[in-house]
């Protein structure tokens, strides 16, 4: 049985809309290049053909893994969060206790990280740690090297 896989309703619309993209554009277009490359002549050594065949192969792929991420989707329903504790969908004020640097995070499922932009895995080392926390608590969160992590949650929200 597949693991489940925790997205908020925006992840899963994204995930929705990529396979759309995929399973339309992408396909059309690996099966113009192969029919391209059928057009050279002799397919058994032709460079162009053997890539666009591992391009549509890796397509493929790629497709199967987000239906698989979309069969075992648990969307959030995010009407239902609430604000005393740190669950995935909502956003998080930290203000790390060393440097005094205030962050902001959204938690959501792994699928949808993306540190860069704001969006924090629940099963990331700090998002591990907020789940389940309340305002003003202090979480402290391990680090590859050094001393822990100290993180004041300052404010949570939807």
Do not use: C, W
Not at 29 to 58: C, L, T
Not at 59 to 66: C, D, N, Q, S, V
Not at 134 to 146: A, L, S, W
């Amino acid at each position: 049985m597949a693991k489940e896989t925790i997205v908020t309703k925006e992840g899963y619309e994204q995930l929705k809309t990529e396979i759309e993209d995929l399973t339309g554009r992408g396909r059309r277009e690996i099966a113009e290049r192969i029919k391209e490359a059928r057009d050279f002549g002799d397919i058994s050594e032709n460079a162009e053909y053997d890539a666009a065949k591992n391009e549509q192969a890796m397509l493929e792929a790629r497709i199967a893994t987000l239906e698989e991420k979309i069969r075992s989707a648990s969307v959030v329903d995010e009407k239902q969060l609430e604000i005393d504790t740190v669950q995935v969908g909502n956003t998080v004020h930290l203000k790390d206790q060393k440097t005094s640097k205030s962050v902001k995070y959204k938690v959501v499922g792994s699928s949808e990280a993306d540190p860069a932009n704001g969006k924090l895995s629940n099963e990331s080392p700090i998002g591990k740690a907020l789940m389940g926390h309340k305002k003003n608590d202090i979480v402290k969160v391990p680090v590859p090297r050094g001393p822990q992590r100290q993180l004041k949650i300052t404010k949570i929200d939807l």
